[in-house]
């Protein structure tokens, strides 16, 4: 079977000729952006820049040398980014990441990313892996909107 083959079985509950690997498929079935380049080394890959695709989580997106080297079955169907900009991880190794993605680093090494407001909606500590949200946009809502009330009764 050819991976496509393999995933289409499993997805139809028929028996493959093996387990399908996924690996990268989406933003939550990857790796940390910071072991990425670990990952490649021990495969025998050459470095590249980790582009970082799920920039809450820090995930990295899979590159095809990788994807063929561990015989991963999948494929990522993701919504890439306009455009990209090159910056770094936390522990100071090259990334790309979406062009609009612009946190802030902070005196004390905590990473903030603010919305049109100037409220700071995430948050990284120093020495963190990734972004926490930090708030609410409906945190001070007393009451749902009058017309949606009528509708909800």
Partial sequence: MNHRERVL?????QEPDQVPVDFGGTVDSTISAFSY????EQLGLPPTVTRVQDVYQYTAVIEEDVRRALYIDTRP?????AGWRRGELP?????????RFRPQRRADGSQVVVDDEGTVVLKMPAGGHYFDPVSSPLAQAQTIHPALSE???
């Avoid at 079985?9 to 509950?13: I, M």
């Avoid at 169907?77 to 980014?81: A, G, S």
């Fill in 37 to 40: 380049q670990a990952l490649r």
């Fill in 151 to 153: 509708a909800v009764v």
């Fill in 77 to 81: 169907v993701l919504d890439e980014p």
């Fill in 91 to 99: 522990d100071g190794s090259p990334a790309q990441f979406p062009a």
């Fill in 9 to 13: 079985a499993a997805l139809r509950h």
